[in-house]
């Protein structure tokens, strides 16, 4: 008797969860892919915590699918080697800043610059997971020089508050978010 105690209690917590979360028991169907929850954040709630990090791996495949390419000079993906192009610890709304960026533009993005050593240090910095550096293209600094505003320096701000840098061989960017995705 116990024991069917304790089964109704889990079936009753279940069909508790599942009212709430908006499914229903007859949904096996497959679930379609969910975009990335956005929100902002109240005043007082510290950016820091809502940083959500990615593998190496969960960045790169973002890209394959965005159509995002990326290279290293030394072929490789060690965050501990500074001739290597890594995602690790990437922050998510950097790459999803990227795939805005690249449905934005229609430019073809290649990244050359992530999350591995031999970057400037600070708290917006490649090591963090803020930061992409991409590859010069007549296609996108078109796009930059044209959309967003020179804030002096080599420098364009987006509507969304990034940051585009031009420097001698590279873009370098600042996410500070999505960039509206």
Same mark, same amino acid.
């Given at each position: 008797m116990r024991t069917g105690r304790v089964r109704a209690a889990?079936? &009753?917590a279940a069909t508790a969860? #599942?009212?709430i979360t908006g499914a229903t028991a &007859? @949904? =096996? =169907?497959p679930a379609q892919p969910v975009e990335d929850t956005v929100f902002a954040p109240a005043a007082d709630t510290p950016v820091t915590a809502l940083v959500?990090? #990615?593998t190496h @791996?969960? &960045?790169t495949s973002r890209f394959r699918t965005a159509g995002i390419t990326w @290279? @290293?000079?030394g072929g490789c993906s060690d965050r501990y080697t500074s001739t290597c192009t890594s995602f690790e610890q990437i922050n998510l709304t950097t790459v999803q800043g990227a795939e805005t960026l690249k449905r934005a533009t229609g430019c073809a993005l290649n990244v050359t610059g992530g999350t591995e050593v031999g970057h400037a240090s600070g708290t917006y910095s490649h090591w963090n997971g803020y930061k992409l550096d991409f590859s010069l293209s007549t296609c996108l600094g078109n796009y930059i020089r044209g959309t967003f505003t020179s804030i002096g320096g080599n420098k364009w701000r987006s509507g969304s508050g990034n940051v585009y840098y031009l420097e001698s061989n590279h873009w370098d960017v600042t996410y500070y978010n999505c960039g509206g995705c």
């Open positions: 889990v079936v &009753a969860l #599942l009212t &007859a @949904s =096996a =169907a959500t990090k #990615l @791996s969960q &960045a @290279s @290293s000079s």
